[in-house]
Antibody
Framework: EAQLLESGGGLGQPGGSLRLSCAASGFTFSAYAMTWVRQAPGQGLEWVSGISGSGVTTHYADSVKGRFTVSRDNSKSTLYLQMNTVRVDDTAVYFC??????????????WGQGTMVSVSS | QSALTQPPSVSGSPGQSVTISCTGTASAIGSYNRVSWYQQPPGTAPKLIIY???NRPSGVPDRFSGSKSGYTASLTISGLQAEDEADYYC??????????FGGGTKVTVV
């Protein structure tokens, strides 16, 4: 059974940095693209960033482009999100999500339980 | 990367059918058949219930069905049950190689 476990959330200050991790198990990690989706408190879902199975191709939402970097270590079955220059409006639960194939353009199916990021001074 | 448009809420009695619309643009929904729907009960992670407009993953009841016409996708829940109370989100791949979600629809079983 495919499982995703996020970690690294917590309290950050505006302008600071945070790094999220997502440990995958139960499937061949390198065969699937991965995505980060966030949900601000009481709000809807927002796609943040995606990365192909090989890690060569990455995509970002305009709201995080130039500040966040997605990466993966296929040898460790782990996905990362480096969050720099964080802002108060980055406060959200961040979900790690698996796609149905190696390309970001295919639908995503399995979701982790999420990790909370709070940005406040 | 404008969000897709969904109604904030819909409601129905047990056994009835409800339909949730999801309106996009030429660059989202209009360009691809990569439209998905997710169910999110309170306090839980979203769950995929429809992908590629009308396909159901294994284990999802056939009471859930999806369709698309032009720039609008739709999710229909037939034979509404109390356990269907949740927030529902549509999503679409876009011509900018990104994904976009709708604002979400709260389904209430009255």
């Amino acid at each position: 059974e495919a499982q995703l476990l996020e970690s690294g959330g917590g309290l950050g200050q505006p302008g600071g940095s945070l790094r999220l991790s997502c440990a995958a198990s139960g499937f061949t990690f390198s065969a699937y693209a991965m995505t980060w989706v966030r949900q601000a408190p009481g709000q809807g879902l927002e796609w943040v960033s995606g990365i192909s199975g090989s890690g060569v191709t990455t995509h970002y939402a305009d709201s995080v482009k130039g500040r966040f970097t997605v990466s993966r270590d296929n040898s460790k079955s782990t996905l990362y999100l480096q969050m720099n220059t964080v802002r108060v409006d980055d406060t959200a639960v961040y979900f790690c999500v698996k796609h149905r194939s190696a390309v970001v353009g295919d639908p995503f199916d399995i979701w982790g339980q999420g990790t909370m990021v709070s940005v406040s001074s | 990367q404008s969000a897709l448009t969904q109604p904030p809420s819909v409601s129905g009695s047990p056994g009835q059918s409800v339909t949730i619309s999801c309106t996009g643009t030429a660059s989202a929904i209009g360009s691809y058949n990569r439209v998905s729907w997710y169910q999110q009960p309170p306090g839980t992670a979203p769950k995929l219930i429809i992908y590629e407009v009308s396909n159901r993953p294994s284990g999802v009841p056939d009471r859930f069905s999806g369709s698309k016409s032009g720039y609008t996708a739709s999710l229909t829940i037939s034979g509404l049950q109390a356990e269907d109370e949740a927030d529902y989100y549509c999503s679409s791949y876009t011509s900018s190689a990104t994904w976009v979600f709708g604002g979400g629809t709260k389904v209430t079983v009255v």
